[in-house]
């Protein structure tokens, strides 16, 4: 049945992603819609227009508008530029009226027989749309599998599109996994780049523009971190399965001992607005009674005038609070005073620790899960548990390494400078960094109503 001559249409275009069927643009889509719309005699009252996909439940703001207008008649070029979902088709088939596609003629929703016309092509649709994506995650697996990196519409920072090594921002990668291992806080560090002119990768925008690269700020380069083919491996979905082909830029010990202290719970504690850390002691101090960490809080002094201070909390046991300001002064002044003994010069120079014995045993490891993983013969239930021996043993070697190659906080205090100095120079990552290196503090409770600190109420045992 054609529609009154006179009639207003509205026309609903998107840009389809299914590479597999004839792709028209928004342009194009437009054109043989409105030259659809003269052949019926009707008028083009709006357009809506999405780019989003219509499959991934992803709010799209032109469909949203197109219902809102309850058209009597709607014009799209293809039945699923429109109809992708069940749960779409039932809210166009609210709106009792008619749909005219460019390349698949009409649906009448007003009668049932449109209606379920319309429903079977929808289902049809849908499942072709689940057909696809599960084509598309099994060829990501056996992509993945190959040791194939993953290849995204923007090329990674550090390599081209092709995955050979960018020199200049494969040092910076390099240097970012150094810093982190030498106790150098990751702002610090977002900073020294951004004035270097460093920023990630240009993007395509939706208009096909490329916008310019975005400086790195801390939250960057820890997903810049913790991206396992910058050592050389693979993961899909979170496991480690097997060797990457794209070139390594630090060894796997090396990564491995970033990931380490990238999930140190310590360094999570932060303010609500992800700035970093509280405090100097905030999850470094332990609590006298359980030895869980003490994490910042707050506390109140006088409730009527407002008056707040910062505080040391055991959230495991509760009740354990204590004020933080005497305790961080006093932790300061007797680091402080052990650097400056004639000593700690001494204690600089030693010689790093020999962590070959760890990383053979490290490699051997990650090898034997390797072999295991390729083992098509081997019992599924065994390789299952052998892994997870495998595994549990690595994560521990890989501690040991991250713990023992923790040395490089210290460094800025070499060279005869004044400690007060260096430390009044560095930021609270990097005190906190120095205190973790120095010292193991132990908070102990205080008897009730005690208002004047007590440096017995600590215990401090030295690590070096």
Excluded at 293 to 316: F, Q, W
């Amino acid at each position: 049945m054609t529609p009154p001559s006179g009639s207003a249409a509205h026309v609903y275009l998107r840009m389809s992603e299914d590479r597999t069927r004839e792709e028209a643009g928004h342009d194009r889509q437009l054109a043989d819609c409105r030259a659809l719309a003269a052949s019926l005699g009707v008028t083009v009252a709006a357009v809506h227009t999405d780019t989003e996909s219509a499959t991934t439940g992803a709010v799209r703001p032109g469909f949203e508008a197109l219902l809102k207008a309850r058209p009597r008649l709607i014009i799209a070029w293809h039945e699923d530029r429109l109809l992708r979902t069940n749960k779409d088709l039932e809210r166009v088939i609210d709106l009792d009226g008619a749909v005219h596609f460019v390349t698949h003629g009409r649906l009448d929703l007003a009668t049932p027989t449109g209606r379920a016309v319309a429903r079977t092509v929808t289902a049809w649709s849908h499942h072709e749309a689940e057909h696809k994506a599960q084509r598309q995650r099994l060829a990501n697996k056996q992509r993945a599998e190959r040791g194939e990196p993953w290849r995204g519409n923007v090329r990674l920072f550090g390599y081209t599109v092709g995955f050979d090594l960018v020199p200049t921002e494969a040092e910076r990668v390099a240097e970012a996994y150094t810093a982190v291992l030498s106790g150098t806080s990751l702002r610090a560090l977002a900073a020294r780049w951004a004035a270097a002119g460093v920023t990630n990768v240009s993007r395509p925008t939706r208009s096909g523009a490329t916008a310019g690269g975005q400086p790195f700020n801390s939250r960057r380069l820890v997903e810049l971190l913790r991206r396992p083919i910058y050592a050389g491996r693979r993961h899909y979905r979170g496991e480690d399965i097997g060797p990457c082909t794209a070139p390594a830029v630090v060894d796997l010990d090396t990564f491995a001992a970033v990931q380490v202290i990238l999930n140190d719970p310590s360094r999570r504690t932060t303010d609500k607005g992800g700035r970093g850390p509280l405090c100097l002691l905030s999850g470094v101090a332990r609590c006298g009674r359980c030895k869980g960490p003490m994490t910042a809080g707050v506390g109140t002094a006088n409730s009527a005038a407002h008056t707040r201070y910062r505080t040391l909390t055991c959230r495991g046991c509760l009740g354990l609070s204590r004020k933080e300001e005497p305790i961080e002064e006093f932790v300061t002044a007797v680091v402080l005073a052990r650097m400056r003994r004639p000593d700690f010069a001494k204690l600089l120079e030693a010689p790093a620790p020999d962590l070959t014995p760890l990383r053979a045993r490290a490699g051997e490891l990650r090898a034997q899960r390797d072999e295991l993983a390729a083992d098509l013969t081997v019992d599924l239930s065994f390789a299952a548990k052998r892994d997870a021996r495998l595994r549990a043993e690595l994560e521990k070697v890989e501690t040991e390494i991250a713990d023992r190659s923790r040395g490089g906080a210290l460094a800025p205090f070499a060279g005869g400078r004044d400690p007060g100095e260096v430390w009044q120079a560095l930021d609270l990552v990097s005190r906190r960094a120095v205190v973790r290196e120095l010292i193991d503090v132990v908070i102990l409770p205080v008897p009730r109503g005690a208002r004047v600190f007590d440096p017995d109420s600590l215990t401090i045992d030295w690590k070096i």
